[in-house]
């Protein structure tokens, strides 16, 4: 299984994920740690990836956002259930550019974007009516206009030190294979005990 470049692998790994997954192949766990030392894990996409990281995209003000912020490590874990496979990620966490935020936000459909103005993500609200009469206020006030992107929203890149490749064998004798950057920029592997 092993590759020397693991951006390849999980390239491809993606791609064949793509073809059997029924829903969100790019579906991640994404974990942070709180100012307690409490970790929190949840589902999010993955919106890109190259070789400087995985990118994905939240309210700033949200638990993740305010996490990230405090302690900028993150581990992310890709799970394929018909495919068999996980890939577990561990990075550093930096915010992706104004001009990569804008792009995306702008890629998105009129409705998400409504929708980020106004969620206060990961706050309590009075009830659903709440939320539905801040969208309406939103669609009110951007009208048939241009939607900015919200100065609390944008988006975070884990560089990945390590990221671990998971396939499922017969016995549990499954396959792992570690891939650790080095200084050089360069990956240190390891094939793993199951």
Known sequence: MSQHDPFTLFRNWLAD???????DPNAMSLATVGEDGMPSVRMVLLKGFDEAGFVFYTNLAS?????????????????????????RVEGLVTPVSEAEADAYFASRARDSRIGAWASKQSQAMQGR???EQRVARYALKFNIGTIPRPPFWSGYRISPQKIEFWRDKPFRLHERSLYVRQADGGWATATLFP
């Open 17 to 23: 994920a793509e073809k059997s997954e029924p829903n």
């Open 129 to 131: 009516f709440e939320l």
């Open 63 to 87: 638990q993740k956002g305010r996490e990230l912020a405090a302690h900028p490590k993150a581990a992310l874990c890709f799970h394929w259930k018909t495919l068999k496979r996980q890939v």
